[in-house]
C-alpha cells in the first residue's frame, strides 16, 4: 500500500511530468534515446541488494526494447507506452527527484518504485518482445547456418 502511495506522487509530481514532455523529444532522437539508455544501464549497476538480479533482468529487457526501437527493428509498441518507458528512464537516471538520490539508503527507493510499477504495468509489451526476440534469434541463427558455406577441414595427426 505504501508502494502504491509513493508511486502516485511520484507520477502526480512535478519532476515526472518534466520526464514526461522529455520523453516525447527522446523517442524522436535515437542517438538521445541511446544515451539515456546507456545511463540508466550505469546507474542499474551501482545497485546492490538481494532482489536486484531480477531489478537488473528486466531492465535489460527493456533497455533492448528500447533500443531495437530507436534502431528501427522492433516497431509494435504502442506509443504511448514507449512515451511511458522513456518518461520512468529519465526520472530514473535523474538524480534530483522526490527523493534524491544523494540521500543514503532512502535516495533510491523512489526510482526502484517506479522502475517496478513500470515493469508490472507493461508485462504483456514485455513478453510480446521477449517472443519476437527470440523469434528473431532462431530465425537469425537459422539464415546465418543457410548462408555459410559448409568448411570441412582435414586435420593430421602424426
Known amino acids: 500500500m505504501a508502494n502504491k502511495s509513493l508511486v502516485t506522487r511520484i507520477l502526480t509530481s512535478i519532476f ?7 520523453a516525447v523529444r527522446y523517442a524522436r532522437n535515437s542517438k538521445s534515446l541511446f544515451n539515456l539508455i546507456r545511463d540508466a544501464l550505469n546507474k542499474s549497476g551501482g545497485l546492490s541488494g538481494k532482489n536486484i538480479a ?6 535489460g529487457i527493456v533497455t533492448r526494447l528500447l533500443k531495437a526501437y530507436a534502431s528501427g527493428e522492433y516497431r509494435q509498441l504502442p506509443w504511448k507506452t514507449l512515451i511511458r518507458i522513456i518518461a520512468v528512464l529519465i526520472y530514473f537516471v535523474s538524480p534530483i527527484d522526490i527523493l534524491p538520490d544523494f540521500l543514503p539508503i532512502i535516495g533510491l527507493t523512489d526510482d526502484i518504485a517506479l522502475m517496478l510499477w513500470l515493469f508490472s504495468g507493461m508485462s504483456d509489451d514485455i513478453e510480446k518482445f521477449r517472443q519476437w526476440e527470440m523469434s528473431m534469434t532462431t530465425s537469425g541463427e537459422q539464415a546465418s ?14
Open 16 to 22: 515526472f511530468k518534466r520526464a514526461n514532455i522529455g
Open 54 to 59: 531480477a531489478f537488473r533482468e528486466q531492465l
Open 145 to 158: 547456418h543457410r548462408s555459410r558455406p559448409e568448411i570441412r577441414e582435414t586435420i593430421k595427426i602424426g
